[in-house]
C-alpha cells in the first residue's frame, strides 16, 4: 500500500494531471527565482577582484552549464527505467528533456565563450572540459535525430534510450576532466566536495539563479511531458476528456 503512489507515475493520464497541476508553481517559482538572483548577481553583489564586473556571466554561464548534466542524468534515467520495467511514462519524461538539455547546454558554452575572451584572449581552445561539453550537444542532437529517424515509436524509444544511457559515461567526464588533465578550465568552485570557494556575497545569487534555472527546467518539462503523453496517448479515452474539459484528469 505504501508504494500505491509509485507505481502511478507509470500511469499517464494520473502524471498528466499532476503535471498540470505543478507547472503553475513551479513556473511562477522559477520567475521569481531568477528575477531576485539575477537583480542581486548583476546589481547588488561585489565585483571579482581579478576578474572585475565580467564575472558576472556566471550566473547564468555555470547555471546553465551545470544543469545541462543534470538535464542528460534525469534522461539516463528515464531511459533505463523504461527500458528495465517497460513504464511509458518513462519514454515520454526523456523524450521532453532532450530539447531542453540541448538548449541549456548550447547557452552554457556560448556564455562561456563570452567569458572566455576577455579572460583567456580567446573564444575558444581545444580544452577537455570544452571538447567534452561540445559532445554533450551532439549526444543531445544525436538522441533527438533518432527518435526523429523512425516512424514506430517503441522503436525509437529503445534505440534512443540505448543512446542515452550509452552517453551517459561523458556526464562524468565533463565534469572531471579539469582534475583528470591539464585543464585550462578553472576547477569548480561551488559544485563540489567540501566547502564553497566563491564568496558569501557572490554564493548567494548564485545559488538563486541556479534553483530558478532548475524550476523553470521542471515546469518547461512538464509542459513538454503533457504534450508528449497527448500525442502518445492520443487515442486512449483520458486524452479525449483532457481536451475536452478543462480539470485535472490526474483521477482517472
Given at each position: 500500500?505504501?508504494?500505491?503512489?509509485?507505481?502511478?507515475?507509470?500511469?499517464?493520464p494520473?502524471?498528466?494531471?499532476?503535471?498540470?497541476?505543478l507547472?503553475?508553481?513551479?513556473?511562477?517559482?522559477?520567475?521569481i527565482?531568477?528575477?531576485?538572483?539575477?537583480?542581486?548577481?548583476?546589481?547588488l553583489?561585489?565585483?571579482?577582484?581579478?576578474?572585475?564586473?565580467?564575472?558576472r556571466?556566471?550566473?547564468?554561464?555555470?547555471?546553465?552549464?551545470?544543469?545541462?548534466?543534470?538535464?542528460?542524468?534525469?534522461m539516463a534515467i528515464?531511459?533505463?527505467?523504461?527500458?528495465?520495467?517497460?513504464?511509458?511514462?518513462?519514454?515520454?519524461?526523456?523524450?521532453?528533456?532532450?530539447?531542453?538539455?540541448?538548449?541549456?547546454t548550447?547557452v552554457?558554452?556560448?556564455?562561456?565563450?563570452?567569458?572566455?575572451?576577455?579572460?583567456?584572449?580567446?573564444?575558444?581552445?581545444?580544452?577537455?572540459?570544452?571538447?567534452?561539453?561540445?559532445?554533450?550537444?551532439?549526444?543531445y542532437?544525436?538522441?533527438?535525430?533518432?527518435?526523429?529517424?523512425?516512424?514506430?515509436?517503441?522503436?525509437?524509444?529503445?534505440?534512443?534510450?540505448?543512446?542515452?544511457?550509452?552517453g551517459?559515461v561523458?556526464?562524468?567526464?565533463v565534469?572531471?576532466?579539469?582534475?583528470?588533465?591539464?585543464?585550462?578550465?578553472?576547477?569548480?568552485?561551488?559544485?563540489?566536495?567540501g566547502?564553497?570557494?566563491?564568496?558569501?556575497?557572490?554564493?548567494?545569487?548564485?545559488?538563486?539563479?541556479?534553483?530558478?534555472?532548475?524550476?523553470?527546467?521542471?515546469?518547461?518539462?512538464?509542459?513538454r511531458?503533457?504534450?508528449?503523453?497527448?500525442?502518445?496517448?492520443?487515442?486512449?479515452?483520458w486524452?479525449?476528456?483532457?481536451?475536452?474539459?478543462?480539470?485535472?484528469?490526474?483521477?482517472?
Amino acid at each position: 500500500m505504501r508504494w500505491t503512489w509509485f507505481h502511478r507515475l507509470g500511469s499517464p493520464p494520473f502524471v498528466y494531471g499532476l503535471a498540470q497541476r505543478l507547472t503553475p508553481w513551479l513556473a511562477w517559482s522559477a520567475g521569481i527565482s531568477l528575477a531576485v538572483g539575477i537583480f542581486d548577481g548583476l546589481v547588488l553583489s561585489p565585483p571579482d577582484y581579478q576578474q572585475g564586473d565580467g564575472y558576472r556571466i556566471i550566473y547564468v554561464h555555470a547555471a546553465t552549464a551545470t544543469l545541462s548534466l543534470t538535464i542528460y542524468t534525469v534522461m539516463a534515467i528515464a531511459a533505463a527505467v523504461a527500458h528495465i520495467w517497460r513504464i511509458k511514462v518513462a519514454n515520454a519524461v526523456a523524450a521532453s528533456c532532450a530539447p531542453i538539455g540541448l538548449s541549456f547546454t548550447v547557452v552554457g558554452l556560448l556564455t562561456g565563450m563570452l567569458w572566455g575572451k576577455p579572460m583567456w584572449g580567446t573564444y575558444w581552445v581545444w580544452d577537455p572540459k570544452l571538447v567534452s561539453m561540445l559532445l554533450m550537444v551532439f549526444l543531445y542532437l544525436g538522441y533527438m535525430g533518432l527518435r526523429a529517424s523512425f516512424d514506430d515509436v517503441t522503436r525509437a524509444d529503445r534505440v534512443s534510450g540505448m543512446l542515452a544511457v550509452v552517453g551517459f559515461v561523458n556526464v562524468p567526464i565533463v565534469y572531471f576532466s579539469v582534475y583528470w588533465w591539464n585543464s585550462l578550465h578553472q576547477a569548480p568552485s561551488v559544485f563540489k566536495l567540501g566547502k564553497p570557494t566563491m564568496a558569501t556575497p557572490m554564493l548567494i545569487p548564485f545559488l538563486t539563479v541556479w534553483l530558478g534555472f532548475n524550476l523553470f527546467f521542471a515546469a518547461v518539462a512538464l509542459v513538454r511531458l503533457r504534450a508528449e503523453l497527448l500525442r502518445r496517448e492520443r487515442a486512449a479515452s483520458w486524452v479525449r476528456q483532457a481536451v475536452t474539459y478543462s480539470q485535472p484528469v490526474g483521477e482517472l
